[in-house]
Structure formats: structure tokens, C-alpha cells
């Protein structure tokens, strides 16, 4: 099976601006989480959708939002830009939720100037 | 909040030796305890998980060890080798069902010497 694939893998944009970050799951896993990884945070929870509702949420702004298609892909995406959103997003899929395995891709790189 | 604290932050061993990396929970309902490789420039990938039903699993070189009373788990590298140097994480479910959600520690990055 193909794994977990995230476009783009880098981005530059500027403050003030808005993203979008794609994930394409695993073909027949319906649980996207999304992560945001920086150095002084670590690894921290965003999101998780399942069949295209959102399930779970973590503590970040109403500026991160996501959404999931019919096909699983999801799509999150950050409005106002500010240079602390300057970080590596993850996502993972796994069959069912997030106490299945989870496997990331390889994350896209975002830098906010 | 609930969270995972993991040590230590860095650790250098020898080729060959044995790396050891503990993390402690806070959850009490935590059931599912993956540990995760991150290389650079490349997302986390699964080596090895385990759930509060079992006390202890072995794959190859890597073990897991959960102790549930104590709260605490921790991974077992033997026998290491360069090609383990990377940072490790790991995380607890946090949360019951379908509101669960996994939390990760702050990571250990390991560097295996020649």
C-alpha cells in the first residue's frame, strides 16, 4: 500500500496570509490526525477527522481549521499567518482513530516571514 | 493538563551497547502506547506499541515495558547500531473512545558511536 502523502513539502509565506495543507491517508483508513511539530512544543494534537467530521480537537486557535472529503483526503488550513505558525505539520492515518496505529507522512515544512 | 514526560532529552551510547528511554503518564485511562523514530526530514514512524492488557513485548532488537501502576513505560534498544541514531518519542492514548487522542512526550534524541 502507498503510505501517508502530504503536499506541499515546503512552503514559504508571509505574515498576514493564509495556507492550505493537503494529506492523502492510506487508502481504506478513514482517521486523519493532523499534528503541528515545532522545537520548543514538540509534537502537538491539532485535529482528528473521521468520515468527514471533525472528533477531536486540540488547544490551538479557531485560525487552524480542517476539513475531510468523502475520499478521506483532508485539508487543513491556517488564516492570518503569524510567524509562531513556523512549523513542520504532520498528518496520520489509521483505520479507525487514534488508538489504532497511526502512520505519518512525511510532513510539510511551513515558514512564515 | 494530561500529558507524557519523557527521558532523558539526549543520549549517546556505544555501538553495541543497550539504550533505555523512560516515559511517565499522567491518565489513568491511558490504554495504547506507541513509540515513534523520527529521522531527519522525515515524519515519525512506528517501531513499536503497546496496550494495557500486556506487561511487556519484544520485536527483534527493541522492547517495550509498561508498568501500570507506576504509570510509566519505557524502550529497550540492544545491540545498538548507527542506523538507530535519530529521536524517539513517545505517546499515550489520553481520553476514552472516540474522544481519545494521542499526547507525546518531548522526545529523546539518541546518537549510537563508532
Known amino acids: 500500500k502507498a503510505g501517508v502523502t502530504q503536499t506541499p513539502r515546503y512552503l514559504i509565506k508571509t505574515r498576514g496570509q493564509q495556507v492550505t495543507l493537503s494529506c492523502s491517508p492510506i487508502?481504506?483508513?478513514?482517521?486523519v490526525s493532523w499534528y503541528q511539530q515545532t522545537p520548543g512544543q514538540g509534537l502537538q494534537f491539532l485535529f482528528e477527522?473521521?468520515?468527514?467530521?471533525?472528533?477531536n480537537k486540540g488547544n490551538f486557535p479557531g485560525r487552524f481549521s480542517g476539513r475531510q472529503f468523502s475520499n478521506s483526503r483532508s485539508e487543513m488550513n491556517v488564516s492570518t499567518l503569524e510567524l509562531g505558525d513556523s512549523a513542520l505539520y504532520l498528518c496520520?492515518?489509521?483505520?479507525?482513530?487514534?488508538?489504532?496505529?497511526?502512520?505519518f507522512g512525511p510532513g510539510t515544512r511551513l515558514t512564515v516571514l | 493538563g494530561e500529558n507524557v514526560e519523557q527521558h532523558p532529552s539526549t543520549l549517546s551510547v556505544q555501538e553495541g551497547d543497550s539504550a533505555v528511554i523512560k516515559c511517565t503518564y499522567s491518565?489513568?485511562?491511558?490504554?495504547?502506547f506507541p513509540w515513534y523514530k523520527q529521522e531527519l526530514g522525515k515524519g515519525p514512524q512506528l517501531i513499536i506499541d503497546?496496550?494495557?492488557?500486556?506487561g511487556e513485548k519484544k520485536d527483534q532488537r527493541i522492547a517495550v515495558t509498561l508498568n501500570k501502576t507506576a504509570k510509566h513505560f519505557s524502550l529497550h534498544i540492544t545491540e545498538t547500531q548507527p542506523e538507530d541514531s535519530a529521536v524517539y518519542f513517545c505517546?499515550?492514548?489520553?481520553?476514552?473512545?472516540?474522544?481519545?487522542?494521542?499526547?507525546f512526550g518531548t522526545g529523546t534524541r539518541l546518537q549510537v558511536t563508532l
Open positions: 496520520a492515518s489509521s483505520p479507525s482513530g487514534s488508538t489504532d496505529t497511526q502512520y
Open positions: 491518565d489513568s485511562a491511558s490504554n495504547y
Open positions: 503497546i496496550r494495557s492488557n500486556v
Open positions: 505517546a499515550a492514548s489520553i481520553g476514552t473512545g472516540t474522544a481519545s487522542k494521542l499526547t
Open positions: 487508502s481504506g483508513h478513514r482517521s
Open positions: 477527522y473521521f468520515s468527514e467530521t471533525q472528533r
